[in-house]
């Protein structure tokens, strides 16, 4: 099975500097990579994903992710951090052959004034 | 287009009650995904379908059942209720081969 590891349950930045959610993950075979914000009592919504071809994909809101393969990482950045971006985020990892998805513990980010 | 639907939005159980938790998609989605959330857990994966007649276990099934009769409906059923299984279920479907899932608002669920 895969696993994906979040560093930081816990991020705090202030509105305008650099957002960095780190995700790790391991995997035997190409893996399908996802993030997903969550804001308060909702439901999960996808911000980016990286499936094939280029290793740096963007999102919605600003977002965007680089795959790297030799690191086994794929690292959630930001460059200007706004209020609304306070939510949690979730780094996911699919399966080749089914939709069977593996979500990292999640890192719940503070934005301050 | 609804997307995907759950019913109840909140629900409380007493210990050794069975109950079923209801999920919907109007997409024509082949794979659904039934997940719990628990507080520095992530979410676990319960139960999935690829496609009507088909279930297989995920990462945490035991006190859960589940059945695809149609490709809309993806019922779970917790059988006889513990307060472990107090959590938030999603519910989520997608198409075959394009990976991204779509997630219903989630039941709360406590079980006293």
């Known amino acids: 099975a895969q696993s994906v590891t979040q560093l930081g349950s816990h991020v705090s930045v202030s509105e305008g500097a650099l957002v960095l959610l780190r995700c790790n993950y391991s995997?035997?075979?190409?893996?399908?990579l996802f993030w997903y914000v969550q804001y308060p009592n909702q439901g999960l919504q996808l911000l980016l994903k990286y499936t094939t071809g280029a290793t740096l994909v963007k999102g919605i809101n600003g977002f965007e992710a680089e795959f790297k393969k030799s690191e086994t990482s794929f690292h959630l950045t930001k460059p200007s951090a706004h209020m609304s971006d306070a939510a949690e985020y979730f780094c996911a990892v699919s399966e080749s052959n089914f939709n069977k998805f593996y979500f990292g513990s999640g890192t719940k980010l503070n934005v301050k004034p | 287009n609804a997307g995907v639907t759950q019913t109840p939005k909140f629900q409380v159980l007493k210990t050794g009650q069975s109950m079923t938790l209801q999920c919907a998609q109007d997409?024509?989605?082949?794979?659904m995904s039934w997940y719990r959330q628990d507080p520095g857990m992530g979410l676990r994966l319960i139960h999935y379908?690829?496609?009507?007649?088909?279930?297989d276990q995920g990462e945490v099934p035991n006190g859960y059942n589940v059945s695809r009769s149609t490709t809309e409906d993806f019922p779970l059923r917790l059988l006889s209720a513990a307060p472990s299984q107090t959590s938030v279920y999603f519910c989520?479907?997608?198409?075959?081969?394009?990976?991204?899932?779509?997630f219903g608002p989630g039941t709360r669920l406590t079980v006293t």
């Open positions: 379908s690829v496609g009507a007649g088909i279930t």
């Open positions: 989520a479907s997608s198409y075959r081969g394009v990976h991204e899932q779509y």
């Open positions: 997409m024509n989605h082949e794979y």
């Open positions: 995997s035997s075979v190409p893996p399908y």
